[in-house]
Every structure is written in C-alpha cells, then in structure tokens.
C-alpha cells in the first residue's frame, strides 16, 4: 500500500533549530539538549551517591565522572563513527576527523570511549571498574532521552515510510508518512531503559548486573527501534537485511546477556567497592 502525505495526521513541526540568538551568538537546540543531559547525569548521580553510600562514591566525585564520561563520549563517539561508518572517506581526507560541527557521532563507539574513561577513572581512586560501571549505568538513559529529543527536534534520523495512524511526514525530506523513530528511541532507548535500571538498582545487585543489564536492554531497544528508522543513506542495510546500528548491537547484546549470566552465578556478592 502506497504512503503519502495525505494518510498522515500529522506534519513535523518546522522548529528552528536556533533555540536563543544574540547577535552572532546562536545556541542551538541540539546543544541544550547536550547540556540537559549533563545536567541529569550531575544531578542523579549526585542524589544517587547521596542516598545510596554503599557505593562508595562521594558526591562530590559525581563531577568528576561527568568530565571523564565526556572526553570518552566525544573522543569515542567521534572515532566510532570514522571507523564504523566512513573509514574510506576520512581516510581520503585525514583533517575532515577535526570537522566535528558538520556531525558525525556513534554511540556505540561513544559508549567504548565512556567504557575506556571509567576504567581509567576506577584506577585513579582505586575502586574496582564494574563497581563505577554500575554506578553510572542508571545515570546514562535520561541522557540518551535527551539526546533522541534533539534528533527530533533537528529533524533528522527520520523514520521509514509507514501506514501507521501515527505516522509523521517530515517536509524536508518528502511527503510520505513516516515513523517518528526518534521519538520511539527517546521512549524505549531512553524512558524505559532509565525505569528497568533504576528499578533493578534499588536494592544491592551483583557486581556487573546493573552494567550487563544495561547494554543488553540499551542494544535489545536499539535493535528494535531499527526496523522503523531509515537506514543511513551511504549505508542502507547489510547483510540479512539488517541496518550497522543493528549489527553493532549483536555483540552489545551478547555481552551484557554474559554479564547477567555471570552476576547471577554470584548472587551471594552483593555490589561494593
């Protein structure tokens, strides 16, 4: 069955993405919801390392974590989608890697460069790495909520063609009616892996559970979201008809399913320094 503007009830908003300009200084909503999402992270995890000192870290240590957990996001995420994504092209033209304001992050490669920075982190206080992994894992979805909102509000990472009573058409791209995937990832990737973690981290859990539970319902939601988001143009789908953010998920998935697993074998060591 065709999809055309005319199934659609509803029209993507036409929000500039400008959220406040003074003279030639522009801030951009995209930025804010980066900022919303530091924000969320040094405020949970302050009230979290508050309320719950069986972790053994100080709220004070919140900022900290948030300074390492950038410089893995931007590093990470900037050379995961160089080497998952384009590896040709920055190839061809090494200096476009420092051309960060024209885009071009991954998250899976931003989550190994936040992997890399807490474990760096966990030596520098000497607190074992899974013991900060767990702690942080919580912290993350709310600011991956935020980021998916920015996607929306940017109009970008649109869904496919659709017949769904939902369905949203996007003017800039074309007049077909298509999923608002952005919105299903803020509510899956975001809302509800926050809720699974925060209800799971409310009593002592095996060290590494909370972290295992994280990639595997961050890459199961992922997966999911996949089949309604529009495969990247320079990419569209691979093998089996599966999307790259699909394939970079399989081995998420099965790493935090091994570190369920394992936690589990273990329930008598509860989560400590």
Request: aromatic residues 14%.
């Amino acid at each position: 069955m065709s999809v055309g503007y005319h199934r659609s009830m509803f029209v993507f908003p036409d929000f500039d993405p400008i959220a406040v300009q003074v003279g030639p200084l522009a801030i951009r909503w995209y930025g804010l919801m980066y900022l919303l999402a530091f924000g969320l992270f040094l405020g949970l995890g302050k009230q979290r390392a508050k309320a719950e000192p069986r972790w053994g870290i100080a709220p004070s240590q919140v900022d900290d974590l948030l300074f390492y957990g950038v410089l893995g996001v931007v590093l990470g995420g900037r050379l995961g989608y160089i080497l998952f994504y384009k590896p040709g092209e920055y190839l061809a033209d090494p200096i476009s890697v420092l051309y960060v304001w024209q885009g071009g992050m991954s998250f899976h490669g931003g989550l190994c460069g936040v992997l890399v920075a807490t474990w760096l982190y966990a030596r520098s206080i000497g607190m074992r790495w899974l013991q900060v992994t767990d702690f942080v894992a919580p912290l993350v979805p709310l600011g991956l909520a935020a980021g998916r909102m920015g996607n929306f509000i940017n109009g970008e990472l649109w869904g496919r063609p659709t017949d769904v009573p939902w369905g949203m058409v996007f003017p800039h791209v074309d007049h077909l009616a298509r999923h608002p995937s952005q919105l299903y990832q803020f509510a899956l990737e975001g809302v509800a892996l926050y809720a699974l973690l925060a209800w799971v981290s409310r009593q002592p859990q095996p060290r590494g559970l909370v972290s295992g539970m994280f990639l595997a319902g961050y890459a199961l939601f992922r997966f999911l979201a996949e089949f309604a988001r529009e495969p990247d143009a320079f990419l569209g789908t691979l093998g089996f008809g599966l999307t790259m953010g699909q394939w970079l998920s399989l081995p998420m998935a099965a790493v935090g399913i091994a570190m369920v697993a394992v936690a589990m074998c273990r329930p008598d060591e509860p989560a400590r320094p």
